[in-house]
């Protein structure tokens, strides 16, 4: 004979859990940097990966990681909740809050997915629109989805320590990676900037006089070098992240499992 004192099974909510950590601390936190600060870079000299920019392939890869765990984490999370709603006052306020903003971080993800497939043409007198609500609603999304997580480590008791040390070092993580991308993306455009005045000055001064053709060579090198050196400082940063992010999902998805 059962018994009506059978704890409920939170499979499903585990799982939903852990996809969205994967998701979200991972996926997104490396399709979002690699659209921001790496379209400069190049694997062995080589700006392309089958075709396409190598920023655009691991940018769309990772995306599209990070929207069909959403959308099946949705899934599970209805699946848990028989297709209930959270409700406010048998659930709480914190429950409530994480409900909203994740069905906001999930009407963002199929936006940006029906955006992607009918993406007008990079000609297009109107691509900047596209551009602008893609960029606009997928950061919305990507900020939304730290608090989202921090709503429900206020309500797992077990672990709690644990939960919040490990969002608090993300939540910081992510501000610190940010702050260093925008500094190496600035250094980067400086000196582009100043080897393009540089070389142009150098063409000019090629038709008037060719002697100059082995400080053009110089230019040439030193253009080579200076970008080689901040190409290989972004990929170690996108591994550091990628480290990063990995070292703190894996604990928190134990933690999530070894919920009672």
């Known amino acids: 004979m059962s018994s009506n004192n059978t704890a409920p099974d939170f499979t499903l909510g585990r799982a939903h859990g852990t996809v969205m950590v994967f998701s979200w601390i991972l996926f997104a936190s490396t399709g979002v940097l690699f659209a921001r600060y790496g379209r400069s870079i190049r694997l062995n000299k080589q700006k392309q990966l089958l075709g396409e920019d190598i ?8 995306l599209v990681l990070a929207v069909i765990g959403t959308l099946l984490g949705f899934f599970l999370i209805l699946g848990q909740a028989q297709g209930q709603w959270v409700d406010q006052i048998v659930d709480g306020n914190y429950m409530f809050a994480h409900s909203i903003l994740g069905a906001i971080i999930v009407g963002c993800a199929l936006i940006q997915a029906w955006m992607a497939l009918f993406r007008c043409h990079p000609d297009s007198p109107f691509r900047f629109i596209f ?28 672990y709690h320590d644990g939960f919040v040390a490990i969002m608090s070092l993300w939540s910081a993580w992510i501000v610190i990676i940010f702050i ?69 999902v894996i604990p928190l998805v134990v ?4 919920q009672a």
């Open 131 to 158: 551009n602008w609500v893609h960029r606009t609603t997928g950061m919305l999304a990507f900020i939304l989805s730290v608090p989202t997580i921090f709503l429900v480590v206020y309500v797992l008791l077990q």
């Open 255 to 258: 933690l999530i499992w070894k």
């Open 55 to 62: 920023w655009f392939q691991v940018h769309r890869f990772s």
């Open 180 to 248: 260093v991308f925008e500094v190496v993306e600035y250094r980067f455009r400086l000196k582009s900037s100043r080897i393009e005045i540089e070389k142009s000055k150098g063409r000019s001064d090629r038709q008037s006089n060719d002697e100059h053709s082995s400080s053009a060579m110089n230019e040439q090198q030193d253009q080579t070098n200076g970008h080689g050196y901040f190409n290989k400082l972004k990929i170690i940063l996108f591994l550091l992240n990628f480290c990063f992010a990995i070292s703190l």
